[in-house]
């Protein structure tokens, strides 16, 4: 088991210029910190929190083109996120899966020829190779139809992805630290000033309490929905608000359908909700979409937004979703750039990055984003970065694997069955569930072992101190929380006290974050 004896990584050294710090470490920050760390540029990103603890784990898990966003007539960013799917699928075997959707039709909601239309133009425009393509289900006779109300006979199906959203963040982190980036989480920015051409950033570790101050040449400002707080607070630059806060809760359920696709149900206010099958045991069910005007590490989901989804899914499914079935909701704040759309669902989804200057010294914004564009997202971002800086060299991630991704012909169930054989006193289930978390890369801690015992104590479901090692070596974790939230989500199937038992063990055992 890997073990470290230093409370927390070193702090950078004042005197050496950064290329280009990254305030943020969510999906989009993570990606860009990935991008420039591989193009040659040196790397600093900070995270006041945890990875992806805000918004990047807090979406509903889809790497899809965005089928309603076609309403709204958004087609470069649905043909952009169409034909970033396959890409990170690719990329991503271990974390990213297809999914296929049932949208059953009604009646006087929106007419059939406008979903046919619609899923023609997201079958065509992206160019789609290996998902399959739309097709329409007779619901009498489907399995798909056998949980919904019989009042539904016809529904349309067609194809998007599922990612494991938190881990799909921390492995691009891991990857930005393989490329020689510094990755410091619990670690706030909270102060840049300009000087001399290069920015003075000082920073504060939210664990010890020890500030120090790190120079670059170039901030970017990927705090997502602190994007404008980080302006006025850090950056003492004062610009009107350009960013809509957007809440999106969801509630997680006991299974309520055995087979593995997922519905999307239309409401008649006009929003849509997702019912995903979800770590084999529960049914998710969300999103709302509601303006948001208090602190974003504050928001929760509202007894409002629990009755709105179980009531929408309940218009659907034969047995009724009420609050009181639900085991666990999360909430999540969207950053979106504010286009000044009267409702919160049809507030723009695209992503809009601004470049100014604060004295001689530059600056870029993001505002807006969603996982499936992130990749795409930090390529252009690397074009602001390019005509700052000077060209190191050119786009790379579109073929490059994130750690874990290089099995051969990214076939996530060869590598299960070789991991198994390789592995034998794995059982079926840990072998799976291993594989689809870490890849290629769970040899890491696995490759000595011959029993469970070499693997150290299990905390249950196979977590084993081990596993937990490797996390905090190389993922970043520090507490239970990180473990078993965002690094898995083990906490939706072990009993409550094991947290504690977590951070007991990592207390005693006083493993530092992952080194940067």
Known sequence: MMTHSQPSPPAPAADAPFDVFVIGGGVNGCGIARDAAGRGYKVHLAEMNDLASGTSSKATKLIHGGLRYLEYYEFRLVREALMEREILWRNSPHLIRPLRFVLPYFKGLRPAW????????????????KLPATRTLNLRSDEAGKPLKPIFDKAFEYSDC??????????NARDAADRGATIRTRCKVISARQENGLWRIRLRDERSGAENEVTARLIINAAGPWVDKVMEGVLSHNEPNQVRLVQGSHIVVPKMFEHDRCYIFQNPDGRIIFAIPYEDEFTLIGTTDQDYKDDPAKVAITPEETDYLCKAASEYFI????????????SGVRPLYD??????????????????????????????????TYRRLSEHMLQHVEKILGARSGPWTED?????GDMPGADLEAFIRKLTADKPFLSPALARRLAKAYGTRAMRFLDKAN??????????????????????????AVTSEDILWRRSKLGLHLPAE???EIDAYLASKHVAVAGA
């Not at 899923?119 to 190779?129: A, E, T």
């Not at 029993?451 to 970043?476: H, K, N, P, T």
Request: net charge negative; hydrophobic share 45%; proline share 5%.
């Open 114 to 129: 406008m979903l046919r239309l619609g899923l023609f133009l997201y079958d065509h425009i992206g160019g789609r190779k």
């Open 162 to 171: 599922w990612v494991n959203d938190a881990r799909f963040v921390a492995l």
């Open 319 to 330: 047995k009724p979703v009420t609050p009181a079935d639900v085991v666990w909701t999360y």
């Open 339 to 372: 286009d000044k759309a009267s409702a919160a669902q049809a507030a723009t989804r695209d992503y809009v990055i601004k470049e100014e200057r604060i004295g001689s010294s530059p600056l870029l914004n993001i505002f807006g984003g969603k996982i499936t």
């Open 400 to 404: 490059a694997p994130l750690p874990g």
């Open 451 to 476: 029993s469970l015992a070499d693997l150290g104590r299990d905390f249950g479901m196979g977590l084993s101190a081990s596993e937990i090692d490797y996390l905090v070596q190389e993922e970043w």
């Open 498 to 500: 094991v947290a504690g």
